[in-house]
């Protein structure tokens, strides 16, 4: 709803994807074009825009085969699907904080699974974003943004691949070649073959390459993880009509003296007419109450950082960076369970009302030291606290009236509910 370190982030639009068949398009090449090159023994050189069509194709399938299926993990029982769903915007399935996982399937995550769905225009991470040629005023420094983690600490869809498969409490293989083991014992040595020709199967480096590729070439898959196919995509359309209670949501949304959510999670389409994101990908850090559901959080000196650590390292020099996060994209938000990095919210009807009763209410979130006295944003040390955004609806005080009545949060989660793909105008 508003960007961290106190900068109050303009409605950028930058690079939104076209709709339909020209993003497959579009994306699928760009795709591919670094994908044929990474793997040394495929041969990217001279091919033709049918050749080109047909890798996409065999890339796609065979990252949609490897994501559903688990046996590419060291347990044999954990898939990419396991923890981001299809069914649930590639997402988490479950209330859980944080997944289990690694070899024995015992070992929690750190952090709440993030939904992989619309990241196809997330830019690269840069510590300094400067609003696009589209808007008035390219002056304005945004600060950190971009990345496809929660940290931003990878850019491409390859890198963001290898976490899983190499972290010891997701699917727990203990190096690339393991990888590659599994995948060749699970089938796929054919299909890789097929893809990116028959020496590729002595070159094991060349196999975990092309191995990330393909899961990178299925994440630009449109109609799985960018469809548009949601009611408010259908009423930007002229297709759809909001209900009375979803069209008050949306104007309570951008309302910068109410919800003031499209700061960050931009709700109108660029100036192109492309559809929004509903995201900056802007870095924000928000006083996220302390999850003790989290194993790694019953160490009191233990704090997720976010851009300043501790799974990201390059800019733990960064104090200004600490306790910031990337802004999600608000599609699909209906279909989750658990909110914000740490998963410390369990429905979107508090995830609104936290936003707007943190300051104006703030026992309601935080716990009390022993003395009765409030320990306000608990989960980040005192130094770094004065990263915390105080933007609307954030810039009030206890007593005050939050931002938004009851009745009004209750609209606002009625509009987020227009997120949710697979809507049918028709129906």
Same mark, same amino acid.
């Given at each position: &709803?508003?960007?961290?370190?106190?900068?109050?982030?303009?409605?950028?639009? !930058?690079?939104?994807? &076209?709709?339909?068949?020209?993003?497959?398009?579009?994306?699928?090449?760009?795709?591919?074009? %670094?994908?044929?090159?990474?793997?040394?023994?495929?041969?990217?050189?001279? &091919? %033709?825009?049918?050749?080109?069509?047909?890798?996409?194709?065999?890339?796609?399938?065979?990252?949609?085969? $490897?994501?559903?299926? #688990?046996?590419?993990?060291?347990?044999?029982?954990?898939?990419?699907?396991?923890?981001?769903?299809?069914?649930?915007?590639?997402?988490?399935?479950?209330?859980?904080?944080?997944?289990?996982?690694?070899?024995? $399937?015992?070992?929690?995550?750190?952090?709440?699974?993030?939904?992989?769905?619309?990241?196809?225009?997330?830019?690269?991470?840069?510590?300094?974003?400067?609003?696009?040629?589209?808007?008035?005023?390219?002056?304005? *420094?945004?600060?950190?943004?971009?990345?496809?983690? !929660?940290?931003?600490?990878?850019?491409?869809?390859?890198?963001?691949?290898?976490?899983?498969?190499? /972290?010891?409490?997701? $699917?727990?293989?203990?190096?690339?070649?393991?990888?590659?083991?599994?995948?060749?014992?699970?089938?796929?040595?054919?299909?890789?073959?097929?893809?990116?020709?028959?020496?590729?199967?002595?070159?094991?480096?060349?196999?975990?390459?092309? @191995?990330?590729?393909?899961?990178?070439?299925?994440?630009?898959?449109?109609?799985?993880?960018?469809?548009?196919?949601?009611?408010?995509?259908?009423?930007?359309?002229?297709?759809?009509?909001?209900?009375?209670?979803?069209?008050?949501?949306?104007?309570?949304?951008?309302?910068?003296?109410?919800?003031?959510?499209?700061?960050?999670?931009?709700?109108?389409?660029?100036?192109?007419?492309?559809?929004?994101?509903?995201?900056?990908?802007? $870095?924000?850090? @928000?006083?996220?109450?302390?999850?003790?559901?989290?194993?790694?959080?019953? *160490?009191?000196?233990?704090?997720?950082?976010?851009?300043?650590?501790?799974?990201?390292?390059?800019?733990?020099?960064?104090?200004?960076?600490?306790?910031?996060?990337?802004? #999600?994209?608000?599609?699909?938000?209906?279909?989750?369970?658990?909110?914000?990095?740490?998963?410390?919210?369990?429905?979107?009807?508090?995830?609104?009302?936290?936003?707007?009763?943190?300051?104006?209410?703030?026992?309601? !979130?935080?716990?009390?030291?022993?003395?009765? /006295?409030?320990?306000?944003?608990?989960?980040? #040390?005192?130094?770094?606290?004065?990263? @915390?955004?105080? *933007?609307?609806?954030?810039?009030?005080?206890?007593?005050?009236? #939050?931002?938004?009545?009851?009745?009004?949060?209750?609209?606002?989660?009625?509009? &987020?509910?227009?997120?949710?793909?697979?809507?049918?105008?028709?129906?």
């Amino acid at each position: &709803m508003a960007l961290g370190s106190g900068v109050r982030r303009r409605q950028s639009v !930058w690079g939104r994807t &076209m709709w339909g068949g020209l993003a497959v398009g579009v994306l699928a090449f760009a795709a591919v074009g %670094s994908a044929l090159s990474a793997p040394p023994s495929s041969a990217s050189a001279g &091919m %033709s825009r049918a050749e080109v069509r047909r890798q996409v194709e065999g890339l796609t399938a065979l990252g949609r085969a $490897m994501f559903l299926d #688990p046996a590419l993990s060291a347990s044999g029982k954990l898939a990419c699907s396991s923890c981001h769903a299809p069914d649930h915007g590639f997402g988490p399935p479950n209330a859980l904080p944080v997944q289990m996982g690694g070899g024995d $399937m015992a070992q929690p995550g750190g952090r709440a699974v993030p939904s992989l769905t619309y990241l196809q225009d997330v830019p690269p991470f840069t510590e300094h974003f400067f609003d696009s040629e589209d808007d008035s005023d390219e002056s304005v *420094d945004n600060g950190p943004t971009g990345g496809l983690t !929660w940290d931003g600490r990878v850019d491409r869809g390859a890198d963001q691949a290898a976490i899983p498969l190499l /972290s010891a409490f997701e $699917m727990g293989n203990a190096t690339p070649d393991e990888v590659v083991t599994h995948a060749l014992a699970a089938g796929y040595g054919d299909p890789l073959r097929r893809i990116y020709g028959d020496a590729i199967l002595a070159d094991r480096p060349a196999l975990y390459a092309g @191995i990330l590729k393909a899961f990178e070439v299925y994440e630009q898959d449109a109609a799985s993880f960018y469809p548009y196919t949601s009611k408010y995509d259908a009423f930007l359309a002229g297709q759809a009509t909001l209900t009375p209670q979803e069209a008050r949501g949306l104007d309570l949304f951008n309302d910068p003296a109410k919800g003031n959510c499209a700061e960050c999670h931009i709700s109108q389409r660029g100036n192109d007419g492309t559809p929004p994101q509903f995201t900056d990908a802007g $870095m924000i850090a @928000i006083g996220i109450p302390r999850n003790a559901e989290i194993p790694a959080n019953a *160490d009191p000196a233990y704090f997720d950082l976010g851009v300043c650590g501790p799974l990201r390292t390059d800019l733990a020099n960064h104090p200004e960076y600490c306790g910031l996060f990337r802004t #999600p994209s608000l599609r699909n938000v209906a279909l989750r369970q658990t909110f914000f990095h740490n998963g410390a919210i369990h429905s979107l009807r508090e995830a609104v009302a936290f936003y707007v009763t943190r300051e104006t209410d703030p026992g309601r !979130w935080y716990p009390r030291n022993p003395d009765g /006295s409030l320990r306000k944003y608990d989960d980040l #040390p005192p130094q770094y606290q004065a990263n @915390i955004n105080l *933007d609307p609806p954030f810039d009030r005080h206890p007593g005050d009236a #939050p931002a938004l009545t009851d009745a009004e949060i209750d609209d606002v989660v009625a509009f &987020m509910k227009t997120l949710t793909d697979g809507y049918d105008p028709h129906s």
